[in-house]
């Protein structure tokens, strides 16, 4: 074991410690362990039982304290690095078996650089959070971080960052710990990758939850956040632009917090870089930070964000259509005003193109941002008809499954609920055939019951759109919905207000006489209504009224008298003969017979 | 004397009769009183009767023709207001037919215009078919473009593969795996390998950090500036076997400019001059357009979308005209931060 000769006392401190190390890992070695590749030694076959091995721990904090002579160092760290990035790979490392007089310092940031890899994999986090948590990691990676050599603070931070990245405890205990005041003075005064990794923490940090997204709020990280967002590499940028998103993401104050640190105009340059992974994580910031309330809706308004955001429809990058959409519709929710304006920069009819994108997403929030819109008002739905939009969702829904086609279903409700003339629209685009199949297909409540909205709200206005909807058969679908126990309450209820309002309205006989035979006394009287309105008026429509049973139907129903329902079936037995509604009158047959008992033949 | 005697003897009587006659006359009198008075308060009675139904008569007749007068005034009143009554129900009625005959215009020609409701329906499905054609065209475009670089990266990959595997091409005397004599002609692969060019196993370069930025090259100002000037030699690349002349120099030589003897320099219409002037004009003929050339279709991709004006709508009632009529609003000459005038 060649130990260095140099002489200054930290050099010595060095040199002792380097045979400390150097015996160490020759102990480990003969004992068959390898430092780096902790696989084959532990018990259970766990990777984070490595770090527990006490040679690492020794190791770590020897790194700590090591001071790298740079030359050397940084020929290791260079043929290092191409190891650490054939980890990346996932192939498994092969470690540079421990040579005498090798400084130990690469394997040092390769074993932090592990114990971070190690949380990238996906184990139960529990089990490793117990592995790492138990040895304090946290603890030990924090002096990592004031280390002289900036390799080892950047892969402490790092490592750091893919800890608290998974777990939420440990992302806590690095709060706890005082690290984050730590990083953000660095961040002002450190090197590019320093930042991008420090940003990598302070994302994973405020991931988890508002308290902790707090905590990095209240200890300053937000002005040297946006500090970043200035920086020349586009990294660091993404990097801080990210953070900022999670941190925005929680609640309303958080967000106001990140607009009051000034970060919406960078943010909104930022968006107009030519690199795509910059413009798509600013527009996903925009979109966590308007969509809280109107207010900060406005200020991204304000700052011109729209216009971009619109040009950037057009990219062909389907995770950046994604975003951007998201964010226009985040904008264009809270309000009429804002609607407009977002309507203004002329997205359509560029937005239907989305609608006909093969990434099932896009065509989500396509359909997101559009029914955003036409909720408001009915000029905006009137746009959106004019523009072709209606015939474009319905396709994407006719095309899609699952939770992606509710928007659109929505988006329909919306439009039809506006006025007639616009669920007449609905009609005669063709709307309605997809949302039956919709009800009839799909598994999930809430998209059916979405459906059944829909088509309430389509078939409520007149006779004729009520007619339309019952053409469809769709009528007895709802009915078993309502009175399906498996539904849930809030399907029942929408499919009970569907038929209410379909079924007031409805003058189509032959779609109302299947419903007479299972419906449940509420809708009854709504079905008998109807009956007693046209039944008066139509000859054809009673005779087939009586050949189809259903004068048989009506008189087995049970009313009580001076209720509606005891009206209407007066009223409706007052349009035929006596003779008629006796005969078909329930037990008229018994009293045939006892009349016949009861004759006296005249003889 | 007989007469006397009658006399006396009527005189005996006379004292008795007149006293009798006054008695009687007396005792009469107050018969004759009474009855006098009745008859005269009687007669006084009938004559203020009289008077009174006189009286009676007067004032009847009076009021009787004061009571017709009043009557048949209210009376007139009363069948002028039932006249005007009347008229102004006819009125009434004859408005109520004008305001029926116009409500249902009106509302049938401006509020539920069924000819033009009609009309609106079929330009939507109109539309809504334009609009699913383009949808679908655009929708196709986008396969066939995924189709071909699905393809091209097939191609990439299996020229690739060719390269490497250059070793298994067939020579003269031994028939490679691809060209087996029991077949007719040779597999595919075998002419690919006949066509690559063998793989050099010199490291690859390492893949530049710029690539990603190729296609967003638009965003870069100045057109991509090829080297006139001296070129550099390139870094660590291996020295050609043989006697190759230094590189540096041959592109020197190659790029070395013209040096022209006096004579061709100092004439008029020398044929450099000709020559230059020929170039000139062949640039001017040739020249179709200013745009500089990009050389790779990706750097269009940033090109605003213009809007087809069939399908642009504004959201309201069209206000030129209406609301202003060239009208100059000299606030807005001013550029703003976000005002596109570049």
Redesign the interface.
């Known amino acids: 074991m060649a130990v260095r000769a140099d002489l200054s006392p930290a050099r010595l401190k060095i040199s002792f410690l380097q045979t400390y190390l150097c015996s160490e890992t020759e102990r480990s070695a003969r004992r068959g362990h390898s430092v780096g590749t902790p696989r084959e030694d532990t018990p259970r076959g766990h990777p984070a039982a490595a770090v527990r091995c006490g040679g690492t721990r020794r190791l770590l904090s020897a790194g700590a304290v090591i001071g790298a002579a740079a030359p050397r160092y940084r020929r290791a760290r260079a043929v290092g690095g191409r190891q650490l990035r054939g980890d990346r790979r996932g192939t498994p490392p092969a470690v540079p078996p421990p040579r005498a007089p090798a400084l130990r310092s690469p394997t040092n940031t390769f074993t932090v650089h592990r114990a971070g890899e190690k949380s990238r994999v996906p184990a139960p986090s529990g089990r490793f959070s117990r592995g790492i948590k138990g040895e304090g990691v946290i603890s030990l990676l924090r002096p990592l971080l004031l280390d002289v050599v900036p390799t080892i603070q950047q892969t402490a931070a790092l490592a750091l960052g893919r800890l608290a990245y998974f777990n939420d405890d440990l992302a806590e205990a690095v709060v706890k710990e005082d690290i984050l005041p730590q990083l953000v003075c660095s961040l002002s005064e450190q090197n590019r990758f320093y930042k991008k990794a420090a940003a990598f923490v302070l994302r994973a940090v405020g991931k988890h939850s508002p308290q902790l997204a707090q905590a990095i709020v209240e200890c300053g990280a937000l002005e040297a956040l946006v500090i970043c967002l200035e920086d020349f590499d586009p990294g660091v940028k993404e990097g801080a632009a990210w953070a900022l998103g999670y941190i925005a993401r929680h609640n309303s104050e958080l967000s106001q917090a990140v607009v009051d640190a000034g970060a919406v105009p960078l943010l909104v340059l930022c968006i107009q870089e030519?690199?795509?992974a910059l413009k798509r994580i600013a527009a996903s910031t925009l979109s966590d930070i308007s969509k809280h309330s109107p207010e900060l809706a406005q200020t991204v308004v304000d700052a011109?964000a729209i216009?971009y955001l619109a040009?950037m429809i057009?990219?062909?990058d389907a995770k950046l259509k994604c975003q951007v959409l998201s964010a226009l519709s985040q904008i264009a929710k809270h309000s009429v005003d804002l609607a407009?304006l977002v309507?203004?920069a002329?997205i359509?009819?560029?937005v239907?193109?989305c609608?006909?994108?093969?990434d099932e997403y896009v065509k989500k929030n396509g359909a997101t941002l559009i029914r955003e819109i036409a909720k408001h008002s009915p000029?905006?739905s009137q746009?959106i008809?004019?523009?072709?939009g209606?015939?474009?969702v319905i396709?994407c829904i006719g095309s899609c499954k699952g939770t992606v086609r509710l928007p659109g279903i929505m988006m329909l409700g919306y439009v039809a609920a506006h006025s007639e003339?616009l669920s007449?629209?609905v009609i005669?685009?063709k709307g309605i055939p997809p949302l039956c199949t919709c009800l009839l297909e799909e598994h999930e409540d809430h998209i059916k019951a979405a459906a059944a909205w829909a088509l309430g709200q389509i078939g409520r206005h007149t006779p004729e759109h009520a007619r339309a909807v019952a053409e469809t058969n769709v009528l007895g679908t709802l009915l078993s919905m309502y009175m399906d126990i498996r539904s849930s309450e809030d399907l029942q209820l929408k499919a009970k207000r569907a038929l209410k309002n379909i079924l007031q309205k409805c003058t189509y006989l032959p779609a109302l006489e299947p419903l007479l035979h299972d419906a449940p006394p509420n809708i009854m009287k709504h079905i008998v209504g109807q009956f007693s309105k046209v039944l008066p008026h139509d000859s054809k429509a009673r005779r087939l009224f009586v050949t189809s049973g259903g004068l048989k139907k009506v008189q087995e129903i049970k009313a009580e008298p001076g209720s509606l329902l005891q009206e209407y079936i007066n009223t409706i037995n007052n349009c035929y003969p006596e003779e008629v509604v006796r005969y078909y009158s329930p037990g008229y047959s018994e009293m045939l017979l006892e009349r016949v008992e009861n004759y006296q033949p005249v003889l | 004397m007989a007469a006397l005697v009658r006399l006396e003897t009527r005189l005996s009587r006379l004292r008795e009769e007149y006293f009798l006659k006054n008695r009687s006359v007396d005792e009469d009198r107050k018969i004759v009183y009474k009855a006098a008075v009745k008859i005269q308060s009687w007669f006084r009675g009938c004559r203020v009767r009289a008077y009174l139904r006189y009286l009676n008569k007067m004032a009847i007749s009076i009021q009787k023709w004061w009571r017709g007068y009043q009557s048949r005034r209210y009376f007139r009143k009363m069948i002028k207001t039932a006249y005007f009554i009347m008229k102004m129900n006819f009125y009434n009625e004859m408005a109520v037919r004008i305001q029926k005959r116009w409500r249902g215009y009106y509302v049938r020609k401006y509020t539920h215009n069924y000819y033009a409701l009609k009309k609106y329906l079929e330009a939507i499905s109109l539309n809504n078919e334009i609009v699913r054609n383009e949808l679908q065209e655009y929708a196709e475009m986008n396969e066939k473009k995924k189709k071909k670089k699905d393809l091209e990266k097939k191609e990439k990959e299996k020229k690739y593969k060719a390269r490497k595997m250059h070793y298994l091409l067939s020579t003269e005397q031994i028939a490679g795996i691809y060209n087996s004599p029991f077949r007719k002609f040779p597999d595919p692969m075998e002419l690919l390998l006949r066509q690559s060019k063998p793989l050099s196993h010199r490291q690859q370069q390492p893949k530049s950090p710029f690539t990603y930025d190729l296609y967003d090259w638009p965003t870069c100002k100045r057109p991509p500036a090829f080297p006139t000037g001296e070129p550099l030699p390139p870094i660590g690349r291996q020295k050609p076997q043989g006697p190759f002349r230094d590189a540096a120099e041959v592109l020197r030589q190659r790029y070395k400019p013209l040096e022209p003897t006096l004579r061709v320099a100092a004439s008029i219409s020398s044929p450099l001059e000709k020559a230059r002037e020929e170039m000139k004009r062949e640039e001017w003929r040739k020249c179709i357009h200013d745009n500089e050339f990009l050389p790779f279709s990706s750097y269009h991709k940033n090109e605003k979308y213009e809007l087809s004006i069939h399908a642009s709508e504004k959201i309201g009632k069209e206000t030129y005209g209406i609301k202003h009529f060239r009208e100059v609003q000299p606030n807005k000459w001013i550029a703003g931060k976000n005002s596109c005038i570049s």
Do not use: R, Y
């Open positions: 030519p690199e795509i011109g216009a040009q057009l990219n062909p407009e309507v203004e002329e359509f009819p560029v239907l193109t609608m006909k994108d093969s000029e905006l746009f008809v004019n523009a072709g209606v015939a474009a396709d003339n007449m629209a005669v685009s």
